[in-house]
């Protein structure tokens, strides 16, 4: 693609992503200062078509960005980009007094909403990859005690356990250490392997090996409930989404928890930010949105944040939030 070819399909994107009405020649003239006559940019909006880029919905309407129209576009764009520093410092203030793993998602999601005006998406890092900071044993009652497990990106799992027979404090204290001995600073995933690793005498405790049995169970319940949500108004009051059949598809992904857990996984493999728009989506049922998302996390345990909008998102605001929450995420975990 030649530069004028480029400058007009750049315009033509900016255009229609700010008045979600196919665009003219005549208007990409007038707004945008191109330096090239109205037939100039007609001729170059035509092969702009006939090349894939862009579409014309009616015989008399303007166009409308393809895809691939889309895809040059934010390629262009995230050739040159930075984060804005006003994004950034928004970001680090609101998500690094959050003292919990869960509210800290949840914050994610709203600052991401209200930034893009798009629906954000956060996915949690997988426990199975954190490092154990501490295993904690509280009684309850002779025959029940709660286990808390907080891992090194501060996510907290706990259950109440029912016990087979009278157990005093001291004794569930005696299993703490015994615990916190064998798995701090170890994976999650490493909980069996060290386990059957143990000696005999240990391995004959009946309490370490219930316990140790319930925070198997509790971490693989916990990593099947990472994906966390929020802006689906802000979302639906985008014109896209005024028709329902644009709607339902969306609103069926968002009810998979184990698919969307699928797709967003894809983006942990990412360096930066990446962008799938429409058809690049691998669920049929995104074929209408586009995601905007990256990776974030301390050592191995990662997770992803991101929006999903429509294909006429406003792509160089929404990747430049998204850095900015990753980042600030990143500070938090640390």
């Not at 900016?14 to 090239?36: C, D, K």
């Not at 576009?73 to 006003?86: E, G, I, R």
């Not at 001291?170 to 060290?194: Q, Y």
Request: aromatic content about 4%; overall charge negative; charged content about 25%.
């Amino acid at each position: 693609m030649n530069e004028r070819r480029r400058q007009v399909l750049s315009a033509l994107v900016e255009e229609y992503i700010r008045s979600a009405h196919p665009v003219g020649s005549r208007a990409l003239v007038e707004r945008y200062r191109l330096g090239y006559s109205p037939a100039t940019v007609r001729n170059e909006l035509s092969i702009l078509e006939e090349t894939g880029y862009v579409y014309q919905p009616h015989v008399s309407a303007g166009r409308v960005p393809t895809d691939s129209g889309y895809r040059s576009f934010v390629d262009d764009f995230l050739a040159v980009d930075s984060a804005s520093p006003p994004t950034e410092t928004q970001s680090r203030e609101a998500l690094l007094h959050r003292a919990e793993l869960d509210e800290l998602m949840r914050e994610a999601s709203s600052l991401l909403t209200r930034l893009t005006s798009c629906m954000a998406v956060v996915l949690a890092p997988e426990l199975s990859l954190a490092r154990i900071r501490r295993i904690d044993l509280v009684s309850l009652a002779a025959r029940r005690a709660l286990f808390v497990l907080i891992t090194e990106t501060g996510q907290v799992v706990n259950r109440t356990i029912e016990l087979s027979e009278d157990t005093s404090p001291e004794r569930l204290a005696e299993v703490e250490r015994a615990l916190n001995a064998a798995f701090t600073d170890k994976r999650s995933a490493d909980i069996r392997p060290i386990q059957e690793a143990m000696t005999a005498e240990e391995v004959a405790d009946a309490l370490i090996a219930r316990v140790v049995d319930e925070i198997l169970d509790s971490l693989a319940e916990a990593d099947h409930d990472r994906f966390y949500h929020g802006g689906i108004p802000a979302l639906l009051a985008q014109p896209e989404f005024a028709d329902a059949g644009h709607v339902l598809p969306l609103m069926q992904a968002m009810e998979d928890g184990i698919g969307m857990l699928e797709a967003l996984s894809d983006f942990l493999a990412e360096n930066r930010v990446s962008v799938r728009i429409g058809s690049e989506n691998r669920r049929a049922d995104l074929d209408n949105v586009s995601i905007v998302a990256t990776h974030y996390g301390v050592s191995a345990a990662d997770g992803v944040v991101g929006v999903i909008g429509p294909t006429r998102m406003d792509y160089p605001k929404v990747i430049t939030a998204v850095r900015a929450v990753a980042d600030g995420l990143n500070e938090a975990l640390r």
